[in-house]
């Protein structure tokens, strides 16, 4: 059965360092996000891509966030100058579309340490 | 923005007892989902529902998507230690937050904690 793929399963960093987190979308996908959920809290979506642009964001995804699709089946989450409360699981998913009638498959996330 | 109220935070059962959760919201939801989340992993889907009044099962799993279009329950019955793991609802919004078009987004409850005792 085809899955959302993620790497790095565990990135440590220092404060201020950039991070690229890859994803691989299930391959017939058109729609891909991420979500991030800090230890213990529930799950908060970042952002939402498709056509190679982004259709939808959160608040929480300012300046230091961005997304990228540079080749047909990786998607990447960059964050430019870590933070500490940036320290948190990071969940890539993908859909085949975005409307209301479609599932979001969940990648098994990246978790991200902020030192 | 959406806020999606899920009760109760943690439920300590016996194997074999019926459990109940559900989530609350006061804005309206197209799309109502319950996932489940084991430790170190992504959230994988139980049941999706997408009208209201719809009920739908899964196995063990029982799900109602509320007529008002603002809450949803989830029964699991006669559970087993594997059901162990945290539950949460997800909508789907019908706008963004500008009041457009929402994409798929998906706002999600603080979870319910489930262990089940053998």
Redesign the interface.
């Known amino acids: 059965e085809p899955e959302?793929t993620q790497t790095p399963s565990h990135q440590v960093t220092q404060m201020g360092q950039e991070v690229i987190l890859r994803c691989v979308p299930i391959s017939n996908h058109l729609?891909f996000?991420w979500?991030r959920q800090i230890l213990g809290?529930?799950?908060?979506?970042l952002v939402?891509f498709?056509n190679n642009e982004i259709?939808?964001k959160?608040?929480i995804f300012d300046d230091q966030f961005s997304v990228e699709r540079p080749d047909g089946s990786n998607f990447t989450l960059k964050i430019r100058s870590t933070k500490l409360e940036d320290s948190a699981m990071y969940?890539c998913?993908s859909?085949k579309s975005?409307?209301?009638?479609?599932?979001?498959?969940?990648?098994?996330?990246t978790r991200l340490t902020v030192l | 923005g959406q806020q999606l109220n899920q009760s109760p935070q943690s439920m300590f059962i016996q194997e074999g007892e019926d459990v109940s959760m559900n989530c609350t919201s006061s804005s309206i939801f197209n799309t109502w989902l319950w996932y489940k989340q084991d430790p170190g992993e992504g959230p994988v889907l139980l049941i999706a529902l997408y009208k209201a009044g719809e009920l739908t099962s899964n196995g063990r799993l029982t799900a109602q998507f509320g007529i008002t279009r603002k809450d949803s329950f989830l029964n699991i019955s006669a559970s087993i230690p594997s059901d162990v793991g945290i539950y949460f609802c997800a909508g789907q919004p019908i706008a963004d937050n500008a009041g457009g078009t929402s994409y798929g987004k998906l706002t999600f409850g603080q979870g319910t904690i489930l262990t089940v005792h053998p």
Request: negative net charge.
């Open positions: 959302v729609y996000y979500y809290q529930k799950v908060e979506f939402s498709y259709s939808e959160s608040e969940f998913a859909s975005g409307g209301r009638a479609d599932t979001q498959y969940f990648g098994p996330g």
